[in-house]
Structure formats: structure tokens, C-alpha cells
């Protein structure tokens, strides 16, 4: 049972602690259910932990209440089944100890000095409590007046154990705050994204290799350049991620795989090592919690599947815009792949950063429209290869007078391209399927309509487009539909891009040529067709989604 030392008389009194003979005891105890729950303290973000929760007040103001309490019980509970379901019941923070903490303040009731160190004094002497004994000590400042400059609603001092709350923690807000305070203590920074602003501050850009210059980025000019030059990376952009700014929603793969080691490697593999093929990747934002109230801790029902992937991650090579020399420079970027239960697709990251993979839903920070929908088919070539990211204030990326950039292909020889197939649920939870392809050649790079790739456009090319008129092809990538007639990337083989074949090769041969070709093919150039098509198609260019990969 927690105590509130809010009511303790007797400074002698000291904070009720887990021995390691309880600690062996509890999970000996829980191990025999199905249940998940923290067993010990394994590291900053994984463990069993116990907190001070300081109500700082003025010192002529009422004490500590019993609803006052209440309320912080209440907010308790709701960190305390968030952590769990995030953490997939590895974690736990209990307030074993709310103390009631008046201070002399400002005449306009802001806080004087350093009101945090008077605070833990206070509580020293008059409870007898140690705060460096403790996971975590949660400074509620509510009580009082922000200072005139502060602009935060929630402050976390790292490295260390404090964080403060200057929001009611009985508010939607509040409770955000609190939540994401949290975060910043065990070990995760905020979630950003990446966004194509354009106003005052940002002026976004891409590069026309045709014209041989810069242009202005639109979501109509500009649609598959999802990180065009001088993009906005929002600190606190990422909508979906309560280390945002609006949200309350879970971490995101990259922050539970690398930052809090609630995911393993197993479970969000590295592409690079599996490959492509066709990938099963569950929500990660799904787990129901379970509560112990002999024990008084949370868990879940059940963690994450150890044989189920939550996420795909790679590594690089990619050139960044450098301001000192004004020329671009070698890097390398981290990608991850991510799911969330009720979404239209999946969500793609740089670092610590969301891509913004769909302009419909325009720039707005609040924007829900972030994903690579079902349907769609992207080529990593296309975002970011190539980056400057705009500190704001009128920092136009064009006024540090930038050299071309390299083209997306010569910096990756090689990429990946993904391709979301559907959505679909089963016992283990909802899930996107996502055709990952790794491909190396760029259509920009060869001559248009060259479908079997030999330098020409010929009669071999259209045997090729015709025999694959009005074919399947889902679950093919960009590259593959277009190595199969699909020039327009809707989806088909059809009518319009016979329309864009026949202007290609007239464009490169004539009218009469033209007419040549489409004469019909003797039986013996029907067989001809028959093997050309096998042997002028790559293989993974020649089939749609291969079965799914278990890892």
C-alpha cells in the first residue's frame, strides 16, 4: 500500500524500500502467470521503481488535501498502465511517497533561488526521506506562478532523477506532460518529424536535375521529394508520440529498440542483414495491462511476441548540405519502419524524426496524415538522401548558395523500395504487410519505356509492354510496375501508358516505325515473346509478394 507523507508526524520516518530478498520474492511470485510483469531493476528503463511526488506550495497557502491526493493517485494510475503497455511490462513507477512541500516564494508567487534543492532539504528534515534514494522526484510547481519568461509546461533535469510539472496534472495536458517528463528521465528524447513548412522561417527546396537548378518544393511541384532542402525538423513535430507535443500516444519503434530496450533486435530487424522480401510488422501500441493490487504493480497480459516484428531498421550512406564548407558531405542516416493499431499504412523515420510520406495531408504540426498508405510504393532515393535541414529565422537554404547535390542514385547504388500490401489482424494483433524490394536501377537514370533494361527502345520492349497489358500488379514496388509497363505508377498496364509508350517511340524513332512494330508477331515470334519475357524480367521484378518472412 502506498503512504502519502503528506500525514507522516514523526521525521524519523524513512521511505518504505524493496530489499533484494523482496524483490527475489515478487518474482518468484509472478513468475508461475501468463502475465508480465517488472521483475527487478535492470537498468534506468526497465525495473520496479518508487518515487517522491514533491507538491510544492506557498507557504501561507492550504496544505496537501485529500482530494489533492486523490487527484495525484488518479494521475498515478494512468502513467502507471501507460508505462506498462509501452514498456511491454518491464516497467513500473509508484509515488511511495507524496509530500507536502510549502516554500517561501515571490510576492507574485513565482519560485525563488534554487527552490528545487530548498525543496529536497525540506523534505530531509521534515520526513526524513533521501531523494537520491529514489527512481524519480516529480516536482509539482502547479501550486505556483510560471516565471514571466519560462515557456514550459514540464522540465526534466538530465542526468539526473528530478522533473517538474507546471500543469495541472488533471487535464488532458497535464497528464502529457507528466508522461513525457518521464520519458526525458529514463533515457528518451523528444519525437520530431520532418516538415515541409513553407512561411517566413522555412523555405523548402528541391533539385531539378533537368533544369540544373533549385525550386521551390510543393506538395503538386514536389511530391516525391518527402525531405525536400531547408525542411523544418519539428523538435517536437511527431503527433503520434507522447515525446511530442499533442499526444499521449505510445513511443515509437526506434525509441522502445534503442533508447529504452523494451523492443529487441529480433524484433525489429536490421534490413540490411534480413534483406527483402515480404514483411509481417505488428502494432506496437496494442498491449493490455494487468494490475497485481496484492503486490500493487503493473503489467501486461502479454509482452511483445518474441517471433513477431514491431518494426524494420537500417543503416545509410547518405550527404548532408554543411554550412561551414558549403559543400555536401558523406553521413550516414538511420531508418526505421514502424506500425500503429488503426492507421492506413506504415510510418518511416530518420533518426529520431517521422517523414511526412503524404502531402494531402498538408504541413500543419497536428497533421494525422503521415503515412505510406496501402497502395503505395516508395523508393528510399526519394527521401532524404541528400539533406539540409533549415534552423529557422529566415535561414534560406539557397542564401548559403548551395552546389548541386549528387543524384539520389550515385549516393545509393543500391536502395530498398517499399510497397504496403494491406492490413489485417490474428491473435497475435493488427498488422501491415510491406513488400520490401532492393533494387538498383534508377528509371530517371535509362532510356524511358526500357523495360528489359538494354540501353535501347525497341521492338524487344514492346513485345514486353504488350504482353503484359492489363496484368496484375499488386504488390509490386515503383521499380517493378514500371519494368512492367506501369509508366504512370497507378497500378495497370493500360491504355494510358500504351498512350506514353507509342509518343516514347515515335519521339525516338518515327511514326513508320511505330507502325512496324505493332504489325502482328508470326507464331514463331509469339514463342520469341514467351522467352523474351523470362529473360530480359530480373527475378524479383517477375513475381509480386513472395511469403512472409519468419524471423
Partial sequence: MIRFSAFITSASQTARRLSPVAIVAVSAMLA?????????????????????????????????????????QASSEVTRQFYAANSGGFYDLRYTQIVDVPLALNADGTRIGDWIADAENYVRSTYG???????????DVSGTKPDPDQGWSGLAWIPSNNFAVQADISSDWGQIVMDHELGHRIGVPHAGALRAVNDSNYTPYYYDFDTGRYEEYSAAAGAEHGVPFGVHNDEYGNPFDVMGNISHGHFNVHEKLTNLQWLTPAQ??????????TYRIYAHDELQTVYNSRLDIYGVTDTYDASSLYGLTYTREAERFDL???????????????YRAGRDGIQLYLGDSLIDLDPEGGADRNNLERELEVGDSIREIDFGVSFYASTGDGDDFLSHNPPAPARPWEVLPEWFEFSVLGLGSDSTGSYVDVLVSREDYAIESGVAADLNRDGMLDRADWLLFASLTHSDLTGFTKTGRYLHGDFNDDGANDYDDFLYFKETFIEAHGAAAFAQILRVPEPTSLTLLGWLTVLFFPRKHAKAAAPLLSL
Fill in 324 to 338: 561551414q564548407s558549403g559543400q555536401f558531405t558523406s553521413t550516414t542516416q538511420e531508418v526505421t519502419l514502424e
Fill in 268 to 277: 525489429a530487424p536490421d534490413l540490411n542483414q534480413v534483406g527483402e522480401g
Fill in 32 to 72: 508461475a502467470g501468463a502475465a508480465t510483469f517488472p521483475r527487478q531493476d535492470l537498468s534506468t528503463s526497465k525495473g520496479l521503481y518508487e518515487g517522491v511526488y514533491f507538491v510544492i506550495r506557498d507557504i501561507n497557502a492550504a496544505p496537501l488535501s485529500a482530494g489533492q491526493i486523490a487527484q495525484i
Fill in 129 to 139: 526521506i533521501e531523494p537520491e534514494d529514489f527512481h524519480a522526484n516529480i516536482f
